[in-house]
């Protein structure tokens, strides 16, 4: 199967977008810059489109104008290995953004994120139903999610 690369349309920040994201993951550089040139639509010599890499995954911004606009139907999963990897990428992610409620956050242009422990699906999935049941009630009150607290609900403590 060929690579599969998210390409993100931004109005004209892709090229900021991608300075930021590669601030916050490990393993990230941003790649070739193409300009515009005079044939347009945009203005000469600004990027047009960014390449770059998340923590080793390809990824692209073009700058396409104000036509198209994110939306929570396409968001990014991060799952995490412990509460100060959720603190990091959550606290980073939201900085100029606004949290939501699971987990989920819409960072500073607008693309949604999903900051969540690994093992969360195990969890609202395994063999006890009712465990499931009270992680999903503790998840749901939340909009960072705490990875004990939702243990302990899950355990009925």
């Known amino acids: 199967m060929p690579p599969i690369t998210p390409c993100l349309w931004f109005d004209n920040e892709a090229l900021a977008a991608a300075e930021h994201y590669v601030s916050i993951f490990p393993n ?9 040139t005079d044939a347009g639509p945009g203005e000469p010599g600004e990027p047009m489109v960014v390449e770059f890499t998340l923590d080793g995954k390809p990824f692209m911004g ?10 929570e139907a396409v968001s990014f999963t991060i799952a995490c290995e412990d509460q100060a990897e959720i603190d990091h990428y959550w606290e980073r992610l ?11 956050l819409k960072d500073k242009f607008g ?23 009270r992680g999903m009630a503790a998840v749901l009150k939340m909009t960072k999610l705490e990875i004990d607290v939702i243990r302990a609900a899950a355990r009925g403590d």
């Open 28 to 36: 990230s550089q941003i790649g070739a810059i193409s300009r515009y």
């Open 111 to 133: 693309l949604s994120w999903q900051v969540v422990p690994k093992g969360m699906g195990e969890l609202m999935a395994g063999p006890d139903p009712e465990a499931a049941k």
């Open 94 to 104: 939201c900085e100029g953004g606004q949290p939501g409620q699971c987990g989920w």
């Open 62 to 71: 073009l700058n396409g104008g104000p036509l198209f606009k994110f939306s």
